[in-house]
């Protein structure tokens, strides 16, 4: 068996592989499928804590997104 059927995150690096997984098994794979999304909703995943969360943040800051009831 090969990772090769595996789809590939742009998640950043501090984010950690239960986080990851955790974001993957909810069916989030990149960045921008977080555009909106409540960060309430997200900490409610196993997995998922507040490093995680900051640094998702700050990606999606980069990028001129952030979560539902961030700022624009």
């Keep these: ?11 950043p690096r501090g984010v950690s592989q239960p986080a990851r ?3 993957a098994g909810a069916g989030y ?7 909106g999304v409540a960060e309430a909703d997200l ?3 196993h997995g998922m804590g507040p490093k995680a ?9 980069e990028k001129g997104m952030a979560f539902a009831g961030g700022p624009e």
Excluded at 53 to 61: F, G, N, P, Q, T
């Design 29 to 35: 794979r990149l960045l921008e499928q977080l555009n």
């Design 21 to 23: 997984r955790a974001l």
């Design 53 to 61: 969360m900051d640094a998702l943040r700050r990606a999606l800051a």
């Design 43 to 45: 900490l409610r995943l």
């Design 1 to 11: 068996m090969t990772g090769e059927n595996r789809t590939e995150s742009d998640f």
